[in-house]
């Protein structure tokens, strides 16, 4: 059960977009998801008609390739509940670049417009819009942050992770050196420069390792896959975890 | 300049097996962005003070036309004369017969990255005159026959010992390391040749159209002696240098010493206002401008690259990219180095490949825009670029079709889903995490480049949506 100020917080409709990452690489962060908002009194629904925000295609310069992709999201998303997804770069595309994808079609950016109005990243729907800090979460560990670009940049999140963290029982917080570097990843990038992206990440797994963290938390999945691939690669002793992993820690199983 | 010209993965490769370069490059963009962080915050809202910044470039550069024309006829008012050079080569042109017509044997120069964005000094050197470099980074550069491998610092990637090294050859004895030493030879021998020059070259930071008065802001006292003791005073400035009038002077002198350098105010700024008048002790007889366009007009109108003509050419972006921080800048192959140099080449040079390609090197984490004072979206704009780049005859046209299918594939939930599990399904039963046949992973188109740092993930049995129908269960129990 849900303690604190978890407590006073009403039912909700939350409809997940889920990412494709998440969906096919790191299902348990979404069940994560799904646990974590259901303790805190939210009715969780899924479509499996979504599949990807388009993204990838974008920023390679595909756009009307990509505008093919967020048509059959904003068709799956469909709807008038909360729209909450485990990933601030897949938030941000749609928030960021939608409007400018859809710019020429007017019925399209009217239903991206209010899509966007009701789509937050995780931590920000949890802190910003359930005005919930502690979820009863506990795990004993030493946890550095990796603030994503996209989420603290292009949608503003800020210490909304750290706040949750705070909160969590028996989990000591460390600084991460240079943390508001990029690790790299970059989607395509981290394969059509290789060479660069691999010297981005060789820098933050240091960094990572230096802050003396058994677990590194992100908030984004495609950073956390480059990461923790480089740490593993490394033969580093640290897990990386997604946020709602960790507040989803503690509790006996419904 | 940079042949035979590399890819930019060859270039990046290169910097990157330079270990000095990158330590030198890592150590000096974290002193500046510290620096930076502190003397914004000590500005107060420096938000807000961007904000401004951009309102007051937005404004010049939508009012261009008539700016120029108005800091024209005041700087003719003074006595200055205009040049428009419409490409480089037409500006070089006008720059070597100043100096031909007046039978000039050198010119000193001062920093300015037009003066290599149209190749000035090659330019000179066929002509027979001598351009020496006198800012003390630029002149290091020019001894290394190199090029420029940051805005602002132009030698950010060379040691205190290569220093040495190249002010040895050029005395012709030995020298030792501490900074008195090496900037003293500089100094005597940088002396010596001002005393001589016939012409100064200098670039422009800002000119202000309501009193055609050139503004440069240095930290070396070399700026001063270029413009001063010549007989002729020839100013390179890229025609989006405008500020309409004094008050909005002030707002940039806020905005580029602080995110250039992190100080408060560089120790020189210099205002010229046209050659020496009668009466007056100091300055050269004649004073030059030329007004270099060289692909810029061509953004004028263009809503998706119309503001990079905003940029004061502060560096800011360079010290926070994450790319930039790994390769350095002669990586870029290009005349401008980092972000703002992967949007200004293409600009300037959209026939040449390479610069094109330039497009790629940003993971687009957006830290250029966020550091920019004048709040350019440099990452959006990289984005517009690759949009230009695929739809070039030149593009692989392997890649759109792995393009096309991917968008076939991804619009299509069923496709997605039954592609998903195969892929999963094929990673698990072959190569795993990458750590099994990595005679094959490292083969496999994407994940064979990704293979070379990093593990994958390792694919689970069920995909969330696999998983949902026992999740939507466990609510209803």
């Known amino acids: ?31 994560s998801m799904v646990r974590v908002l259901r303790r805190l009194g939210c009715e969780v629904s899924f479509s499996p008609a979504q599949t990807c925000c388009g993204q990838p295609l974008y920023n390679a310069g595909f756009v009307p390739e990509s505008r093919r992709v967020a048509r059959a999201l904003l068709d799956a998303l469909e709807g008038d509940a909360h729209v909450v997804s485990p990933s601030g770069s897949c938030v941000a595309m749609l928030k960021h670049s939608y409007p400018s994808l859809f710019a ?70 460390l600084p991460l050196d240079n943390a508001q570097d ?25 960094c990572v390792t230096r802050s003396a963290a058994d677990t590194l938390v992100g908030t984004d999945l495609g950073c956390l896959m480059n990461i923790a691939g480089h740490l593993r690669e490394r033969g580093a002793a640290i897990e990386a975890l997604h946020l709602a992993q960790v507040l989803d820690s503690g509790h006996a199983r419904a | 300049m940079h042949a035979p010209e590399q890819a930019l993965a060859e270039r990046a490769r290169l910097a990157l097996d330079n270990q000095f370069l990158r330590k030198a490059v890592r150590f000096t963009v974290d002193r500046l962005r510290n620096a930076k962080s502190a003397s914004a915050a000590a ?115 060379k040691s205190r010992s290569e220093i040495r090294a190249l002010f040895e050859a050029h005395a012709g004895e030995k020298l030792d390391e501490a900074t008195a030493t090496l900037a003293g030879y500089a100094r005597r021998k940088l002396r010596e040749k001002f005393l001589q020059a016939d012409i100064g070259i200098s670039g422009c930071n800002f000119a202000v159209a309501s009193t055609g008065s050139i503004v440069m802001f240095t930290n070396e006292g070399n700026g001063r002696l ?40 560089t120790t020189y700024m210099n205002v010229i206002s046209g050659p020496r008048r009668e009466g007056e002790a100091d300055g050269p007889d004649e004073l030059h401008v030329v007004v270099v366009d060289n692909g810029r007009s061509r953004q004028l109108g263009d809503a998706d690259f119309q503001a990079i003509l905003h940029c004061i050419r502060c560096g800011a972006c360079l010290n926070v990219c994450p790319v930039y921080r790994q390769i350095g800048g002669h990586a870029y192959g290009s005349v401008y180095p980092g972000p703002i140099g992967a949007v200004l080449n293409p600009l300037f040079e959209p026939e040449r490949e390479l610069a094109t390609e330039l497009a790629d ?104 949506r696999e998983l949902w129908p026992e999740l939507e269960r466990e609510v209803r129990r």
Request: aromatic fraction near 6%; charge should be positive.
């Open chain 1, 1 to 31: 059960m849900p303690r604190g100020n978890a407590i006073t917080t009403r039912a909700m409709r939350v409809a997940l977009f889920i990412t494709c990452l998440a969906d096919q690489l790191y299902p348990e962060v979404g069940v």
């Open chain 1, 104 to 173: 020429e079609d007017p019925g399209q950016l009217e239903r991206a417009r209010a899509l966007i109005a009701r789509t937050h990243e995780f931590s920000q729907f949890l802190v910003n819009v359930l005005g919930v800090e502690d979820v009863g979460a506990s795990r004993a560990c030493r946890a550095t942050y990796q603030p994503s670009c996209h989420g603290m940049r292009m949608l503003g999140v800020g210490d909304e992770p750290l706040r949750l963290l705070g909160k969590v029982r028996g989990l000591e917080l």
């Open chain 1, 182 to 206: 990029c690790c790299g990843f970059g989607g395509l990038f981290s394969v059509k420069q290789a060479e660069i992206s691999g010297a981005m990440v060789a820098e933050k797994s240091a």
């Open chain 2, 43 to 157: 500005l107060g809202d420096f938000e807000a003070w961007r904000e401004r910044g951009r309102e007051s470039r937005a404004h010049t550069i939508a009012n261009l036309d008539r700016y120029l024309g108005e800091f024209a006829s005041n700087l003719e008012r003074r006595g200055g004369v205009i040049h428009f050079a419409a490409d480089a080569a037409e500006a070089s042109a006008i720059c070597v017969s100043l100096a031909r017509e007046r039978g000039a044997k050198l010119a000193v120069k001062s920093k300015s990255m037009v003066s290599e964005e149209i190749g000035l000094n090659p330019a000179f050197e066929a002509a027979g005159i001598e351009a020496l470099e006198t800012d003390l980074g630029e002149w290091i550069v020019q001894l290394a026959h190199e090029a420029p491998a940051h805005i602002i610092l132009p030698c950010i990637h």
């Open chain 2, 226 to 265: 270029v413009t001063t003791l010549p007989r002729t005073h020839i100013v390179l400035m890229g025609m989006e240098r405008i500020v309409p009038d004094l008050a909005e002077l002030a707002l940039m002198a806020e905005l580029l010493p602080r995110s250039a350098t992190g100080q408060k105010l």
């Open chain 2, 361 to 464: 090197a940003s993971s687009l984490c957006g830290a250029c825009a966020v550091a920019c004072p004048v709040k350019i979206p440099i990452h959006d704009m990289l984005v517009k670029l690759r949009e230009r780049n695929a739809a070039r005859p030149t593009a692989s046209r392997g890649t759109r079709l792995w393009m096309e299918l991917a968008a076939g594939v991804l619009a299509s939930p069923g496709m997605f889903a039954a592609a998903g599990r195969l892929a999963r399904f094929a990673q698990r039963a072959t190569i795993g995490d990458g750590s099994r046949w990595r005679w094959l992973g490292t083969r496999l188109p994407l994940a064979g480049a990704w293979l070379r740092e990093r593990r994958l993930p390792r694919a689970p049995r069920r995909s969330f």
